[in-house]
T-cell receptor
Framework: DTGVSQNPRHKITKRGQNVTFRCDPI?????LYWYRQTLGQGPEFLTY????????KSRLLSDRFSAERPKGSFSTLEIQRTEQGDSAMYLC??????????????????FGEGSRLTVL | TQLLEQSPQFLSIQEGENLTVYCNSS?????LQWYRQEPGEGPVLLVT?????EVKKLKRLTFQFGDARKDSSLHITAAQPGDTGLYLC???????????FGPGTSLSVIP
């Protein structure tokens, strides 16, 4: 188990370009989350999956953002026509979650190291 | 509108001092978690609390979940420079709901 892996770690792009980030979760984890984080702030929820089903997408997210998890394993987050306001750290997390949280099933999120996006 | 509020936003203290960080909401959560994040890394789980009134201790850290399951606190005794980081509370409203995070408390412990 190598943990949650995100690629690329850094991406610099020009405004208007499309970018795609990939997340490989821990293999037995059924849930996968995408968050956006700016410096010194808490992670902002973007979307999450249970297996291959996208359960929710933040209403704050414009139609330029799309995420997929086609086989219930890795996930991609695509941002189309990037804007300078999209500059942030994009975090992926996975968890093994079923039923009510208990001491044994805390739904702990395991995070990757993030993909930092800079839009010029 | 933040579902989870944290206070203080920033905290700078001397090594050896005690501190408390608060996480508050007007909503009831089925569980709350506390994470610590260091620069350039993803958050790492410290503890999960699931029962109203629950108190958990992790070495010098004490976590409490409010009786009504709307708030939580993190108390650090004799803070050390290694405690420096961003402390995040995160909550789940129902068993199958998403995990949402508060804005965080940035702690700096000065040697």
């Amino acid at each position: 188990d190598t943990g949650v892996s995100q690629n690329p770690r850094h991406k610099i792009t020009k405004r208007g370009q499309n970018v795609t980030f990939r997340c490989d979760p821990i293999s037995e984890h059924n849930r996968l989350y995408w968050y956006r984080q700016t410096l010194g702030q808490g992670p902002e929820f973007l979307t999450y999956f249970q297996n291959e089903a996208q359960l929710e997408k933040s209403r704050l997210l414009s139609d330029r953002f799309s995420a997929e998890r086609p086989k219930g394993s890795f996930s991609t987050l695509e941002i189309q026509r990037t804007e300078q306001g999209d500059s942030a750290m994009y975090l992926c997390a996975s968890s093994r979650r079923s039923g009510a949280p208990t001491v044994a099933n805390t739904g702990e999120l395991f995070f990757g190291e993030g993909s930092r996006l800079t839009v010029l | 509108t933040q579902l989870l509020e944290q206070s203080p936003q920033f905290l700078s203290i001397q090594e050896g001092e005690n501190l408390t960080v608060y996480c508050n909401s007007s909503s009831v959560f089925s569980s709350l978690q506390w994470y610590r994040q260091e620069p350039g890394e993803g958050p790492v789980l410290l503890v999960t609390v699931v029962t109203g009134g629950e108190v958990k201790k992790l070495k010098r850290l004490t976590f409490q979940f409010g009786d009504a399951r709307k708030d939580s606190s993190l108390h650090i005794t004799a803070a050390q420079p290694g405690d420096t980081g961003l402390y995040l509370c995160a909550g789940v409203k129902t068993s199958y709901d998403k995990v949402i995070f508060g804005p965080g408390t940035s702690l700096s412990v000065i040697p």
